[in-house]
């Protein structure tokens, strides 16, 4: 089992910046990608952006060049840093964890944190 607790939401006006945490306990060894989706209302849970155990990253189209996805693996987290916010950065965040132990993939969420842009 992992557990992921996330930290950082709120409410920003157009423009400004957040970061966002994701701190994982449990096995945490198992972990092969954290990540960050995204879920407005209305609309389905989007991807927004990957981290792999090595650094590897990947970003949705609509927020490259203004997020970006880190981690720490001594403190075992991951962040967002997020800039230049827009309206449509709206959502709850969620965080991922993809883990695979004995051969079997699993996938973790967080609880979701409010990111609230306004103008």
């Known amino acids: 089992q992992v557990q992921l607790v996330e930290s950082g939401g709120g409410l920003v006006q157009a423009g400004g910046s957040l970061r966002l945490s994701c701190a994982a306990s449990?096995?945490?060894?198992?972990?092969?990608?954290m990540g960050w989706y995204r879920q407005a209302p209305g609309k389905q849970r989007e991807l927004v952006a990957t981290?792999?155990?090595?650094?590897?990253?990947i970003y949705t189209d609509s927020v490259k060049g203004r997020f970006t996805i880190s981690r720490d693996n001594a403190k075992n987290t991951v962040y967002l840093q997020m800039n230049s916010l827009k309206l449509e950065d709206t959502a709850v965040y969620y965080c991922?964890?993809?883990?695979?132990?004995?051969?079997?993939?699993?996938?973790?969420w967080g609880q979701g944190t409010q990111v609230t842009v306004s103008s």
């Open positions: 981290i792999t155990s090595s650094g590897t990253t």
């Open positions: 449990g096995n945490i060894f198992s972990i092969i990608t």
């Open positions: 991922n964890a993809k883990s695979v132990l004995s051969l079997k993939p699993y996938d973790y």
